[in-house]
């Protein structure tokens, strides 16, 4: 591990606060742990608080509310108020799943910078398909609050092999409810996206297609809104920049105070990731094994370690190492120099075939009921 | 998009302008991002505050440095900033 050599540390920009793993969607690609249930603790408003203020000293400034869904916690006001006293630049995460217009305008006064509104599919069906209940027209209905009431609005789609066809009428949705930003975002196959990845992973061709459509648009409406496109790495030649680095920039902490260098570390073993209960935000940034773990480049294995974009992605991400070569010290399996590289191809052809087949299982939703199985 | 000189210039109500204290420098914040700014872009940007026009802004800072023909330099980085959507005209 690199934390005993000297690296120079770089204080916390973001922090992620999960305020609960509680959430009245099931989205089969939920980033959450699998056994999220397993971990039902929540920290409290006075903890959250002094978190909020210790990252917020040591530099941290921009923030998300996020979960589960966030709205589920009385005390978001509350915690979006001190957010804002403190000079956070604040972002609700949210399904929009039970935010009345209320809740909106009692947020704006607290504070809060924006609002990130999540919707599944361009159509009624596949959306509430998808997350498992019936919420397509009240999201639509948020997204329009949220611009009615003057927050930059963040529209955000997660695409996968059951939406991408509707690439298309996503963005022409996104135009007509007024989206100042819009996230397009090909699953990232972790948690339940890892356990439903032959079933979620679009095909190559509908990948090209569909990014060729969304570059076109971006042309088209770029004085009015921001495309974020975030990539499906598994197509990649190098993998992703990870987290910016491990442990530069990103700070998650978790419902239950678990301190995390990225929302998906839990699942890393070993690393015993510290608890807010137990130390600052100091300690646990600059001193706990976790958070030294990656740091730097001296944990590189071959190929990472003599290779000359080691300071350009730094070996991409732990957690994909992880779950499809067993070694979290091993190259991200997305990159063409690893030697597991053929993991990757692997993942392509099953879900490939997977497409094709006829009797495909069914998707695992995100519930407690399926998390206890794991 | 360029600056129009004789409109007033508003920062983006879709933006936020502070400064950083652990950082020591102005930054501008917006969903998922943030842009660290010099010394000079935050001075001009601090004057885009509604009640000033192109003109206003640069007599105020040749004014504030005690200097002369700054216009061009403003011009450019206003139109920047204007490309960005960091500040509006109407």
């Known amino acids: 591990?690199?934390?005993?050599?000297?690296?120079?540390?770089?204080?916390?920009?973001?922090?992620?606060?999960?305020?609960?793993?509680?959430?009245?969607?099931?989205?089969?690609?939920?980033?959450?742990?699998?056994?999220?249930?397993?971990?039902?603790?929540?920290?409290?408003?006075?903890?959250?608080?002094?978190?909020?203020?210790?990252?917020?000293?040591?530099?941290?400034?921009?923030?998300?509310?996020?979960?589960?869904?966030?709205?589920?916690?009385?005390?978001?006001?509350?915690?979006?108020?001190?957010?804002?006293?403190?000079?956070?630049?604040?972002?609700?995460?949210?399904?929009?799943?039970?935010?009345?217009?209320?809740?909106?305008?009692?947020?704006?006064?607290?504070?809060?910078?924006?609002?990130?509104?999540?919707?599944?599919?361009?159509?009624?069906?596949?959306?509430?398909?998808?997350?498992?209940?019936?919420?397509?027209q009240s999201k639509k209905e948020v997204a329009r609050l949220v611009k009615k009431h003057g927050y930059p609005m963040v529209l955000c789609v997660v695409i996968h092999r059951e939406n991408i066809?509707?690439?298309?009428?996503?963005?022409?949705?996104?135009?007509?409810?007024?989206?100042?930003?819009?996230?397009?975002?090909?699953?990232?196959?972790?948690?339940?996206?890892?356990?439903?990845?032959?079933?979620?992973?679009?095909t190559k061709e509908q990948y090209e297609k569909a990014e060729k459509i969304a570059q076109d648009f971006k042309e088209k409406v770029v004085d009015k809104m921001k495309i974020y496109y975030v990539i499906p790495d598994f197509h990649e030649k190098r993998p992703k920049a990870c987290m910016n680095g491990w442990g530069t920039t990103f700070l998650t902490i978790a419902p239950d105070g678990v301190a995390l260098p990225c929302h998906s570390a839990r699942e890393l073993p070993g690393l015993d990731c510290p608890n807010v209960n137990d130390s600052s935000i100091s300690e646990i940034w600059n001193e706990s094994k976790a958070f030294n773990f990656f740091r730097g480049t001296e944990w590189m294995k071959e190929p990472c370690a003599s290779c000359d974009e080691k300071e350009k992605d730094f070996g991409g991400c732990r957690c994909q190492a992880y779950l499809l070569t067993g070694d979290m010290h091993n190259t991200d399996p997305v990159c063409d120099k690893s030697p597991d590289n053929h993991v990757i191809q692997e993942a392509i052809a099953s879900a490939r075939e997977s497409a094709l087949s006829d009797g495909e299982k069914p998707l695992i939703f995100r519930n407690s009921k399926n998390s206890k199985n794991f | 998009m360029s600056i129009n000189p004789e409109q007033i210039i508003h920062f983006s109500p879709l933006h936020r302008l502070q400064w950083e204290e652990a950082q020591q420098k102005d930054v501008i914040l917006y969903p998922e991002g943030m842009v660290e700014l010099n010394q000079s872009s935050a001075e001009i940007l601090k004057l885009c505050d509604g009640s000033r026009a192109l003109n206003d802004i640069v007599a105020d800072l040749e004014e504030k440095f005690s200097t002369t023909g700054l216009k061009n330099d403003i011009i450019a980085f206003l139109d920047v900033a204007l490309q960005n959507g960091w500040i509006k005209q109407d």
């Not at chain 1, 709205?71 to 403190?86: C, G, I, S, Y």
């Not at chain 1, 690439?167 to 890892?194: C, R, V």
């Open chain 1, 165 to 202: 066809h509707q690439m298309p009428e996503i963005l022409a949705m996104a135009e007509e409810l007024g989206a100042d930003y819009l996230e397009l975002a090909n699953t990232q196959y972790y948690g339940w996206a890892h356990a439903n990845r032959d079933l979620l992973m679009p």
């Open chain 1, 1 to 136: 591990m690199a934390g005993s050599n000297k690296i120079k540390i770089t204080p916390p920009r973001w922090l992620l606060a999960e305020l609960t793993y509680k959430c009245p969607l099931q989205c089969p690609y939920c980033s959450n742990p699998l056994d999220y249930s397993k971990h039902n603790a929540e920290i409290s408003t006075e903890d959250w608080k002094r978190v909020l203020s210790e990252a917020r000293k040591m530099g941290a400034v921009q923030l998300g509310f996020s979960g589960g869904e966030p709205l589920v916690r009385p005390d978001l006001p509350e915690l979006v108020k001190h957010a804002r006293d403190l000079g956070y630049y604040s972002n609700l995460i949210t399904s929009g799943y039970g935010l009345t217009e209320e809740k909106i305008l009692q947020l704006k006064e607290a504070g809060l910078d924006h609002i990130q509104v999540s919707i599944q599919a361009s159509t009624q069906d596949l959306n509430d398909h998808i997350a498992g209940t019936e919420s397509f």
